[in-house]
């Protein structure tokens, strides 16, 4: 189908839904996910959130005290913000999310793998979203694809590499400034997040199944080191 005709089509849905329909049933789905985990640090169950956001955060700046509240408030925020912008089948979170509004946005709205890509998934296991980690397993296995191509050519190595920056097309070669550009133990530092997900899940089958993206990173290691 033709993109414009896609647009038009998805354009007359939204027209034709209410703004209430779809902010229910956003949250009958982010929901499903939200509620597995209970975490408060605030004055009791029966507690009622009367102070907007803001305030707290200025109160908090001037005071200096901490806001258990507003603790407990960006814990939930942040797994908020992870199930909103992944799920087991598409492509991972990045750098400004799916809310990216600008056309060229700072470090090209791309997956830096120097360490801000990692951070997005850092809590997932701890907070019973074990299966977001798969869509991170996918990306990973998508650069591995591509990363012995890279390490073949800029190293004469076996095995898969891959660099600060990457995106969706699989981009896994220095790039950008070289003071921070690179870096290429990467790809076996994402490989950390497959393990993490078997220690958590016990999934044998997930695990042998992604054993060949982890013996490359570390084939490649080893053939750089010596």
Known sequence: MDKSVKFRHFNHLMNSISYQTLKDAHIEDFSKLHSRVQFQLSQGKDFVDTIPTDKRIKKMKVTGKIDLYLMQLYFHFNRYLLISSMRDTSLPANLQGIWCNKLQPAWNCDYH??????????????????????????????????????AKVQYHAHGWVSHTITNVWGFTSPGEEPQWGLPLATGAWLCRHIWEHYLYSTNVTYLRNNYGIIKGAAEFLLDWLV
Do not use: D
Request: glycine fraction near 6%; proline fraction near 3%.
């Open 113 to 150: 793998t120097n360490i801000n890509l990692q951070m997005n998934f850092w809590p997932v296991e701890a907070v019973n979203l074990g299966e977001l980690h798969l869509s991170l397993t996918n990306f990973i296995e998508m650069l591995s694809n591509a990363g012995r191509k890279t």
